[in-house]
């Protein structure tokens, strides 16, 4: 339609036509005309838009085919994944951590007569890991406490810093243990069964700086957007709860008919107090050492014992309580850690707040048992939770890593010159050391060991099998055992050794791992006297190389 209002009498859909100069009045106007013309320009537009996507086209497939030789060199240069190595060996002090110049590189898989570490490029792990870590105890703070800012500081930084050992895990225990200074709990007025006098100030843990040693740990930990999994653990009950009387040794049963209401209360009041002070606990442990009758603070439960206490009073109070805290059992030696797991895990109401087991490697390897509970009770989550060496630290690390481990917790953080303090005289090694005369920090070589794994395996990463092919491996028996077998063996190192040993009979060691950000880890130790060449294959990629000896190497790649 026309606009009769005004003396314009364009059609008022001319003005989306292509713009046109003025008619000369010569020439052609009639409507065919117009038309021919705006096709033509139509087509013209047409033709010039299908030019603009094939030039497009072409120029994304130049850069496919010729962008990633222009960065590498060459075609077959390209297809190398870059390989990163760090290497720990006893060639030099200045050998520590250390990350190396010439890295080896991947090519296509090769035929290879000698030791072969296969990595899967799929991980079937039904838990991710959790973390590394080590012991809050009363020992390492009071030590740490006593310490200057400075070292302080230091000693924060090489656990917790960004460019420390990378520590997401800890231990603490609930009431006194062997590395306090005197037994202490938090309930002392005997016959309390209600716990109306349990100290909520929770003033032993405060005035020993347990609490602020481990609040500093968990502020430097947020300050890089991550958290501390503590997992707390009692040695004994308070000592009017017992039979004996006392916080050392146990009696057998350990506790008292009538308390065991009480006991599972403890739990509860303890965690809520801790979390008042702005500690979250993750987990914990019914039983340090349930089967050990100790000199120091100690409480005999047999499995069924456990499992009872478990489902009957302690499950169900955490669960209405804390239902965001786990529970794990046993907490001892890997010799009957396959007996006592089938016994929760076969119990009707423990097994419904038994997260996962915990275990210590005092009886030695016992890989096998822990495999068993991986292969039989996949939904159980295995944490290792005390330990102490150098290469044994490595060499028990990389066999409870692939038996399924979620975490490693060390003992002690800290101690004195003199392996404590130690109410008991029960003194230990651990990663570091002070001199309480002159505040002198020493580093020993654990630290390093534990650096391959904690500093590169990070939370969240899932275990990839690796296996090793023309290797040797120990399969004798340990000195906690040896005792027990007729006739007694003697320990020679090869058909019987101590636990938290690794020599060449162990060969070539590795463990390897998909971190959450895609990038696969591995670590490979040779505890023997000679160096070993191997190859490490993963995929259809190869590359060949060696491990000195007495070492430990951690790579860290890309998937080709």
């Known amino acids: 339609p026309r606009d009769s209002s005004t003396n314009n009498h364009m059609p008022a859909m001319e003005s989306t036509r292509p713009f046109r100069r ?19 320009s139509r087509r013209r537009m047409t033709f010039a838009l299908l030019l603009g996507v094939l030039a497009l086209v072409l120029l994304a497939c130049f850069l496919i085919l010729f962008g990633s030789s222009t960065k590498s060199g060459s075609g077959d240069e390209a297809e190398k994944v870059p390989v990163k190595l760090w290497e720990t060996s006893q060639s030099g002090l200045d050998n520590r951590l250390k990350a190396q110049a010439q890295p080896p590189e991947f090519e296509a898989d090769f035929a290879y007569d000698g030791p072969v ?5 799929k991980s079937v792990a039904a838990h991710p890991i959790d973390g590394f870590g080590g012991a809050f105890t009363d020992a390492s703070a009071l030590v740490f406490k006593n310490l200057s800012a400075q070292a302080k500081q230091q000693v924060l930084d090489l656990y917790f810093g960004k460019d420390g050992l990378g520590f997401t895990m800890g231990r603490v225990n609930i009431n006194s243990c062997d590395f306090s200074t005197h037994n202490y709990a938090f309930a002392e007025v005997d016959g309390d069964l209600e716990l109306e006098h349990f100290d909520e100030s929770l003033a032993e843990a405060v005035d020993s700086g347990v609490v602020s040693l481990i609040t500093a740990a968990q502020e430097m930990l947020q300050k890089q957007g991550r958290s ?10 308070p000592a009017w709860m017992k039979t004996n009387g006392q916080m050392d040794h146990s009696g057998n049963p350990c506790l008292k008919d009538g308390v065991h209401q009480a006991w599972a209360k403890y739990f509860h009041k303890w965690i809520s ?21 100790a000199t120091w603070e100690g409480c005999l439960m047999n499995a069924t014992e456990e499992s009872d206490f478990l489902g009957t009073y302690l499950g169900p109070i955490m669960k209405a309580k804390h239902p965001d805290v786990s529970i794990f059992v046993y907490d001892h030696n890997k010799d009957h850690v396959y007996n006592w797991t089938e016994t929760v ?5 423990a097994s419904k707040y038994a997260a996962g087991v915990a275990y210590h490697w005092y009886s030695g390897d016992n890989f096998k048992d822990l495999q068993r509970i991986k292969k039989d009770y996949p939904h159980a989550k295995l944490l290792a939770t005390d330990w102490s060496f150098g290469e044994g630290y490595a060499h028990d690390i990389i066999g409870d890593l692939n038996a399924g481990s979620i975490g490693w917790i060390d003992w002690n953080l800290l101690l004195d010159e003199n392996g404590g303090p130690n109410h008991v005289n029960n003194v230990c090694d651990s990663v570091m050391m002070t001199n309480k005369t002159t505040g002198e920090l020493f580093i020993h070589p654990q630290y390093y060991f534990l650096g391959h794994f904690s500093k590169f395996i990070l939370p969240g990463s899932k275990l990839l099998e690796s296996t090793v092919s023309k290797t040797s491996s120990y399969d004798g028996i340990y000195t906690y055992a040896c005792k027990y077998v007729k006739p007694k063996m003697e320990d020679d190192g090869v058909h019987c050794r101590a636990y938290g040993v690794c020599s060449g009979i162990d060969g070539l060691q590795a463990t390897s791992f998909e971190r959450p950000d895609g990038l696969i880890v591995s670590v490979l130790l040779n505890c023997g006297d000679a160096a070993i060449e191997f190859k490490l294959r993963f995929g259809v990629k190869a590359f060949r190389t060696s491990i000195p000896p007495h070492s430990i190497q951690t790579y860290l790649f890309s998937r080709p």
């Open 273 to 293: 107090a801790m979390k008042s002070h702005g500690v979250n606990i993750w987990a914990i442990t019914v039983q340090n050492e349930p089967e050990n009758n």
């Open 228 to 237: 501390l999994k503590l997992l707390a653990t009692p040695w004994s009950p």
């Open 345 to 349: 895990y076969s119990h009707p109401e």
């Open 117 to 121: 570490v296969e990595i899967a490029t």
């Open 22 to 40: 003025p008619l000369q009045q010569d020439e052609e106007t009639d409507e065919s005309s117009d038309d021919d013309e705006a096709q033509g």
